[in-house]
């Protein structure tokens, strides 16, 4: 009896196993029906997957844009350079105070022109190829003398070059102030001065425009009574060294702040300045364009973007990868109701994928091409 017991023992340990004959059985009827089956497609000569799915053509639509390889950089609008114009108080005279102004914001300004009265004094603008520097008076020479004999007969008042302030050139200058509605100084006053330079005012290239002024009744603590800007604002741009190659003088560029765009060409490259990381300025050169006075959109410190070349147009385009070729010739699959038609095509410009397309007779604006 024990050696029974041991060979049932032995014989129950076996016997959790007995699932695993069916699960066999199982997993071989299976595949030889599969193999049954595939037998008898391949007998007929279709491949299995022919009889679930088919080739279907990728296409593209023909599009209208702009394709252009262009060097775009970073700038900003820089406001124009100014000159502050201030007033002396004359012999007599405590405080300077505006009587009255003679120009408004945005008025242009020239040599012979009144800006304003500051304590019964005009502000008067004189050419400035020789700087004003001292009073005259009668007898007195030099080369600003001959300045102001020459500004004197280019503003209408004859008066001789001599060099030497003298009775002709007094008589020129009182005309000068009678046209600007005030008297010349007296000879005679305290100061003995028939011409107090301080009452003049000298712009660099002699012209401008009127950015600010005092209005009446403006006590001036520093003297300033007016800001005139002698250059217009500008666009600079800073390029790195490859980028700058597309920016030589004279270079057509595109400039937008915004929805705002300006056609522009560079007037100016600087030599090589160092970046300065802290502004986010890499090194290179800068590039300056002219901002037309009056441009909209186009305020002082706003960013700008400065492309090179002029607005790329329009044309037709289609995906660079449309674009088949056959004997030297390009060409495009269109798609039509019975299969495709091959079109001859002229490419113009291409870049970031793209293909800019002559016009071409047999190809339209939405037809669709096919795609490798």
């Known amino acids: 009896m024990p050696n029974s017991d041991a060979g049932l023992g032995t014989a129950m340990r076996r016997v959790p196993r007995w699932w695993l004959v069916p699960i066999v059985a199982l997993v071989v009827v299976a595949g030889l029906v599969g193999a049954y089956f595939a037998g008898a497609v ?39 350079a100014q000159v502050a114009v201030t007033a002396s108080a004359p012999p007599g005279v405590d405080r300077l105070v505006v009587t009255s102004v003679a120009k408004a914001v945005g008025d242009d300004v020239a040599p012979g022109d009144l800006l304003a009265v500051v304590s019964g004094r005009p502000v008067l603008v004189l050419q400035s190829r020789v700087p004003l520097y001292r009073d005259l008076a009668d007898g007195d020479k030099g080369p600003d003398v001959t300045e102001l004999q020459e500004a004197l007969a280019a503003l209408g008042h004859p008066c001789t070059a001599t060099g030497t302030f003298d009775a002709a050139t007094q008589r020129a200058l009182s005309k000068f102030y009678a046209a600007a509605g005030s008297t010349a100084p007296a000879a005679d006053s305290a100061s003995k001065a028939a011409f107090r330079w301080r009452e003049f005012v000298q712009l660099p290239g002699d012209r401008g425009k009127l950015s600010s002024i005092s209005h009446a009744g403006t006590v001036l603590e520093d003297g300033t009574v007016a800001r005139i800007t002698i250059a217009d604002d500008a666009i600079v741009a800073r390029a790195d060294l490859l980028q700058a190659e597309s920016f030589p003088v004279g270079t057509p560029a595109t400039v937008r702040a915004g929805s705002a765009v300006l056609e522009a060409k560079v007037a100016q490259v600087s030599g090589f300045k160092d970046g300065d990381p802290n502004q986010k300025e890499v090194p290179g050169k800068d590039l300056m364009l002219p901002l037309p006075p009056g441009t909209a959109g186009f305020a002082p410190d706003q960013s700008v973007t400065v492309t090179a070349g002029p607005r790329a ?41 793209w293909a800019a397309l002559a016009d071409m007779e047999g190809l339209s604006l939405g037809d669709r091409v096919r795609l490798p």
């Open 42 to 80: 391949a007998a007929e000569g279709v491949a299995p997957e022919q009889t679930t799915t088919s080739a279907v053509p990728v296409s593209a639509a023909v599009e209208r844009r702009a394709v252009a390889k262009q060097v775009a950089v970073a700038g900003k609008v820089v406001a124009g």
């Open 313 to 353: 147009s329009e044309s037709l385009a289609v995906p660079l990868i449309a674009i088949r070729q056959e004997g030297g010739t390009a060409y495009v699959e269109v798609e039509s109701g019975t299969g495709s038609r091959r079109v001859g095509v002229k490419v113009t410009a291409q870049t970031d994928g």
